[in-house]
């Protein structure tokens, strides 16, 4: 029995060995080369300092800022440690209500606004930290960053086009931008 068990033991360790520590710490290794950037975590950095992640997204409830899709985490919003759906179902008491009060929001925030809510805009996305938002949603909101900003329309129009990612090849995707880098060069606009 101990002859069989010896071999067995052997085994476990070295594929314990190999899969648990040289395989993760050789990925990571050729990542960092060969994708430094995303192996750091896609951090965004603003004078020095890291201000957020471009892979999740980041809470902004101000009226001159765009906001993002809503998040499903807890307990707080865009919570990475807690990244999850709400796993509430479309006809689920709790959800619909959540929405209403996310429509009721966003119409408190532009009562003149009159187009049509896109549902990236009160939906949670799948992990609850989705970071880009619809061109729709982008679109719904342009009027009202204008506005509070004192900016012309066209001006963050031209500024939402050129942060604006389009599906790869022409179809795999939706267009959509990344609301932090939008709202961060928001910012840098006298």
């Known amino acids: ?23 993760p710490l050789l990925m990571t290794g050729v990542a960092s080369v060969l994708f ?16 957020g992640s471009a892979l999740i997204g980041q809470h902004f409830s101000e009226p001159k800022y765009f906001w993002g899709r809503p998040s499903a985490t807890a307990p707080f919003a ?3 440690l807690a990244s999850g759906g709400s796993n509430l179902g ?13 429509v009721d929001a966003l119409k408190a925030a532009d009562p003149d606004n009159v187009q049509k ?4 805009l009160v939906t949670a996305s799948g992990s609850g930290l989705d970071p880009d938002i619809s061109l729709a949603a982008a679109q719904y909101q342009l009027n009202r960053v ?23 090849l022409g179809f ?15 910012d840098e606009v006298r």
């Not at 479309?90 to 996310?102: E, T, Y």
């Not at 959509?176 to 939008?182: A, F, G, K, Q, T």
């Open 1 to 23: 029995m101990l002859r069989h068990l010896r071999p067995a033991v052997l085994v476990l360790l070295s594929l314990s060995v190999i899969t648990g520590v040289v395989y």
């Open 36 to 51: 430094p950037s995303q192996a750091a975590g896609s951090l965004v950095v603003k004078e020095g300092k890291v201000v």
């Open 78 to 80: 865009n919570n990475a």
């Open 90 to 102: 479309p006809l689920n008491p709790a959800l619909i209500d959540a929405v209403k009060q996310r």
């Open 117 to 120: 809510i896109p549902v990236d």
């Open 146 to 168: 204008a506005r509070v900003r004192h900016l012309e329309v066209a001006k963050v129009q031209a500024l939402l086009e050129q942060y604006a990612r389009y599906p790869m």
């Open 172 to 186: 795999l995707g939706t267009p959509r931008v990344n609301v932090l880098e939008l709202n961060m060069a928001l």
